[in-house]
């Protein structure tokens, strides 16, 4: 449900936003947090990242590595890819 918040904000010459303080406070977005971005039709929807795998997009059995996320089955193939080598 699209809820009007009554804040609007221009786009800069380098194609940024600035997302309003209280939209960050609550939705708990600090700096260098990931924001998944979708398009749906003429809607852009902004998604905090919900850490997910960055191969298959699984959100099961994580691994963090540099804030980057690997499941737990795609680094079994990643393992045995280079064990093999």
Do not use: A, W
């Not at 809820?3 to 904000?9: A, C, L, P, V, Y």
């Not at 963090?64 to 064990?83: E, S, W």
Request: aromatic fraction near 4%.
């Amino acid at each position: 449900m699209k809820k009007d918040t009554g804040m609007s904000r221009k786009v800069d010459e380098l194609g940024r936003i600035v997302i309003p303080k209280e939209i960050r406070e609550k939705f708990e977005i600090k700096t260098n947090d990931r924001l998944d971005i979708y398009v749906e039709n003429d809607v852009i929807s902004l998604v905090k990242d919900s850490h997910k795998c960055i191969f298959c997009s699984s959100t099961k059995d994580l691994i963090d590595h540099n804030n980057k996320h690997v499941c737990n089955k795609c680094m079994q193939k990643l393992v045995k890819k280079f064990m093999i080598m």
